[in-house]
């Protein structure tokens, strides 16, 4: 019904995806797959309901819409299981800016905070930009995946420890993690009084018959020591909305937290957010999300056997959620600035360097592959002409 086959100009709209080539990459006419949202039309069940509000021509002060709460934990409840109370919830202006600010209300300035890379950058560098320890948990590779490394973390988990970041699903490999590993996960952080942020901003993309599982509905210690955050900006394409939420089902967490929100009017969404938010939370939205996702499934399958066939030195990690394949070049045998330039200057492409991920991540590239087929196909033969010619 949907055609993910589109090609949008995005000319004009000042995407940070095309906007910014220069100035990262040091050219603007390079194909930008990188930043993690869709080339795909925001549907448009989503611009109608804010072309509705918009027709109304007056933009005062607002206020949450009545049943937003409800609907927002009756999507969760129907594709995740986990029955979040109402009271457990607010309001975030981003998952980025949500993680900035436990920070700054959970952690104080001689405190620290534990990541597991490779993982989303920001994890790493909100922190420290908060003047905040970073202490590192890399993540262990075993057979094309990731474990979590938890001897380790035991470890390095001491006293001045008050924050774990968690990935849930994981950025940038695509995990979908067990519910073992984060009863796990939340035994020792729990046992530690470690907050665990998890974000799982990609939560409604599981894809290939895997499963997304909330880590604050694995255990009663994972419920206490978590606070959730969650948007429907990713799976919607509507990141430049700006609609999260925010989840603690732990009474004084949660109190602290939202008290220092409320303080601030950070809690306090703009007009549009909830009405695109509440637009897809519903049965529309979730027919359009399976369409995507199959979309998305096929383009990760025509990645892997495009990189078979043509490009064997590369090879694709099977995502279990979301729109970014891992691609694994350490083959190619190349460093860091060589693997830059083959991307970039030969075959001028706008990847994430694996590296900006953190330890391990060294000889990948991060592959959004949320475009058109033919985009994608155009930046595969790209990448596999200027193999052959290196
Ligand atoms: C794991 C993860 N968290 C958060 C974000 C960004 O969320 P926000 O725009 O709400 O800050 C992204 C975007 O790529 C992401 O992949």
């Known amino acids: 019904m949907y055609n993910f086959d589109k090609i949008i100009d995005r000319t004009g709209s000042d995407d940070l995806k095309h906007g910014v080539l220069q100035e990262r990459y040091g050219d603007a006419n390079l194909l930008p797959l990188w930043v993690a949202d869709m080339d795909f039309e925001t549907p448009q069940f989503i611009t109608d309901a804010l072309r509705r509000r918009l027709d109304h021509s007056l933009f005062g002060y607002t206020m949450m819409p009545k049943g937003y709460w409800q609907q927002v934990a009756g999507w969760i409840a129907d594709h995740h299981a986990w029955n979040v109370k109402e009271e457990w919830m607010t309001f975030i202006p981003g998952i980025v800016k949500g993680i900035g600010m436990a920070i700054n209300v959970f952690v104080k300035p001689d405190e620290k905070v534990i990541i597991q890379p490779p993982v989303y950058h920001p994890f790493r560098l909100t922190p420290l930009g908060n003047r905040r320890e970073v202490v590192y948990n890399p993540l262990k590779e075993i057979d094309g995946t990731y474990t979590m490394d938890f001897d380790q973390l035991e470890q390095i988990a001491d006293e001045?420890?008050?924050?774990?970041?968690?990935?849930?699903?994981?950025?940038?490999?695509?995990?979908?993690?067990?519910?073992?590993?984060?009863?796990?996960?939340a035994h020792?952080?729990?046992?530690?009084?470690?907050?665990?942020?998890?974000?799982e901003i990609h939560c409604d993309m599981a894809i290939f018959g895997n499963r997304h599982t909330p880590f604050a509905s694995v255990s009663e210690e994972a419920a206490q020591c978590s606070i959730t955050f969650g948007a429907p900006s990713k799976t919607f394409n509507i990141a430049g909305i700006v609609s999260s939420y925010s989840i603690i089902p732990n009474d004084e967490t949660r109190h602290l937290f939202y008290s220092w929100l409320e303080a601030n009017e950070l809690n306090e969404p703009t007009i549009f957010s909830p009405i695109a938010t509440m637009a897809a939370f519903t049965p529309e939205g979730e027919a359009w999300r399976k369409e995507m996702l199959a979309y998305i499934e096929g383009n990760i399958d025509f990645v892997i056997d495009y990189c078979a066939k043509h490009l064997p030195k590369i090879k694709p990690w099977r995502p279990q959620a979301s729109f970014l394949v891992w691609l694994d070049c350490r083959d190619l045998g190349l460093n860091h600035s060589l693997l830059n330039d083959l991307f970039v200057n030969k075959a001028r492409l706008a990847l994430n360097d694996g590296e900006m991920f953190g330890k391990g991540g060294e000889g990948f590239m991060r592959l959004n592959i949320a475009t058109p087929r033919a985009i994608l196909q155009d930046a595969l033969e790209r990448l596999s002409k200027a193999v052959q010619l290196s």
């Open 160 to 185: 001045k420890c008050r924050m774990l970041i968690l990935s849930n699903p994981h950025n940038p490999a695509g995990i979908c993690w067990d519910k073992q590993t984060l009863q796990r996960l």
């Open 188 to 199: 020792i952080c729990h046992q530690r009084g470690i907050i665990v942020i998890s974000d």
